[in-house]
Nanobody, 127 residues
Framework: QVQLVESGGGAVQTGDSLTLACTASGPTFGHYVMGWFRQAPGKEREFVATISRNAIHRNYGDSVKERFVISRDNVKNALTLEMSRLKPEDTGVYYC????????????????????WGQGTQVTVSS
């Protein structure tokens, strides 16, 4: 079992950058596919980015491609989301999520595939 804690959210202006962090507990972080999702008020949870266990495969939601970068450090049990050129539509609660998987190249964009979730961190982008 893994426990996830997000940090780094805040209120920024359009065009600003922000980096979110997710720290995982437990000795087996490298066994988990990791993902970032977000949820705006009144909307469904949306896929943002996912990264395979070995960090080779990274996939992004269409709305964040070329603006966001997901990365991980399996030694430090850390997941990061670097966000740039932020827009008001990026506003929401951002969650990191973990899914155990035997395949180190596997990644997944479906929220339903993830077993463990953090509590979320709020990102607000004003125009």
């Amino acid at each position: 079992q893994v426990q996830l804690v997000e940090s780094g959210g805040g209120a920024v202006q359009t065009g600003d950058s922000l980096t979110l962090a997710c720290t995982a507990s437990g000795p087996t972080f490298g066994h988990y596919v990791m993902g970032w999702f977000r949820q705006a008020p009144g909307k469904e949870r949306e896929f943002v980015a996912t990264i395979s266990r070995n960090a080779i495969h990274r996939n992004y939601g269409d709305s964040v491609k070329e603006r966001f970068v997901i990365s991980r450090d399996n030694v430090k049990n850390a997941l990061t989301l670097e966000m740039s050129r932020l827009k008001p539509e990026d506003t929401g609660v951002y969650y990191c999520a973990a899914m155990w998987h035997r395949n180190e190249y596997y990644s997944d964009a479906r929220p339903s595939a993830y077993e463990y979730w953090g509590q979320g961190t709020q990102v607000t982008v004003s125009s």
